[in-house]
């Protein structure tokens, strides 16, 4: 791949993963999730095809999981993950599938749902978890 592509590639992952100034603006998740995709088509070996995907989609997931982004950017990330589905289906074998779509929605629902119930850290169940950890 050339330069200038991998440089293109870089600069949009960086822009998607900390954010971008006009966050009602997803052409750049856009872009990057389409260039992302082209630059897996021209790989051979499978396993190089397989880490592409899969870093596009763990960036995705990482800009979702960032309370120091905007909300409307992050719920935007998770809407191109959403539609990456179908390729993580195609992708992985069916336990890597449903315990990755479980990471995603358990994710989803803790950075989303339950956040705007009663925060991330005082919903009852995370409580539980928080309460059982042991300490040094």
């Not at 630059?39 to 997931?61: F, G, P």
């Not at 800009?63 to 289906?89: A, E, G, N």
């Not at 069916?94 to 315990?99: A, D, G, R, T």
Request: aromatic residues 12%; proline residues 3%.
């Amino acid at each position: 791949m050339s330069f200038d592509y991998c440089f293109t590639f870089s600069t949009l992952e960086i822009s998607v993963r900390y954010g971008d100034c006009n966050t009602n603006n997803d052409d750049i998740i856009s872009c990057y999730v389409h260039l992302g995709l082209q630059r897996a088509k021209k790989l051979s070996d499978i396993v190089a095809v397989q880490y592409a995907h899969m870093r596009v989609l763990n960036t995705l997931i990482d800009t979702m999981c960032d309370h120091c982004l905007s909300r409307v950017w992050r719920k935007q990330c998770y809407r191109y993950i959403k539609r990456l589905l179908p390729l993580l289906y195609e992708m992985l074998a069916p336990q890597q599938y449903l315990q990755k779509t479980l990471e995603i929605k358990t994710l989803h629902a803790f950075y989303f749902e339950d956040y705007q119930n009663s925060g991330p850290l005082n919903h009852s169940k995370y409580s539980r978890l928080l309460s059982t950890k042991k300490h040094p």
